[in-house]
């Protein structure tokens, strides 16, 4: 069965802009959020560059914000053109990027996304007791002989 293709999630409400932003910080995951307006020639140009890179980063959280729909969040990020992407890390701007540049929007991405999804720190720990164990065991037939 093929895995589910990452593709950018149009915000409907604060509360969700607010709830997805959370559970992205929670999890470590760098968001890219892209601010247009449905008028916008340029928004509409860069839309399937910026879903193709939703498609190759599963492991970033990619969002559109319609600025006429939810004028309250384009406001907070002072957003004045259309296109404008942010690149989000812990709740903090880490990166902007406004117009339709194909090749920005990639570097901005690359730049602030990594090239892999953080490990979750239940796995790391996992991983870390399994070690112990293995060098416990490693240890106890070096006792027995002594």
């Known amino acids: ?15 969700q802009w607010n ?3 959370e559970a992205s ?3 470590g995951k760098t968001v890219v959020v892209d601010f247009h307006a449905e ?3 340029p928004c509409k140009a860069i839309a399937p ?19 006429d729909e939810h004028n309250r969040i384009a406001a907070t ?10 690149a989000i890390k812990s709740n903090t701007v880490v990166g902007m990027l406004r117009g339709a540049d194909s090749q920005g929007l990639t570097r901005l991405v690359k730049e602030h996304a ?5 490990v979750p720190p239940k796995a790391e720990e996992a991983k870390e007791g399994e070690e112990a164990k293995s060098e416990e065991a490693k240890a106890e037939p070096a006792i027995a002989a002594q």
């Not at 069965?1 to 509360?15: G, L, T, Y």
């Not at 560059?49 to 600025?67: C, E, G, I, S, W």
């Not at 990020?77 to 942010?86: G, S």
Request: glycine content about 4%; overall charge negative.
């Open 39 to 41: 008028w916008c020639g």
């Open 19 to 21: 709830e997805i932003l």
């Open 25 to 27: 910080t929670a999890a």
């Open 1 to 15: 069965m093929a895995e589910p293709v990452a593709e950018p999630i149009e915000i409907q409400s604060v509360k």
């Open 77 to 86: 990020f002072q957003v004045a053109a259309m296109p404008t992407f942010f």
């Open 114 to 118: 990594g090239p892999n999804p953080p």
């Open 49 to 67: 560059k910026y879903t193709q890179l939703a498609a190759q980063n599963p492991h970033v959280q990619f969002l559109r914000v319609d600025v």
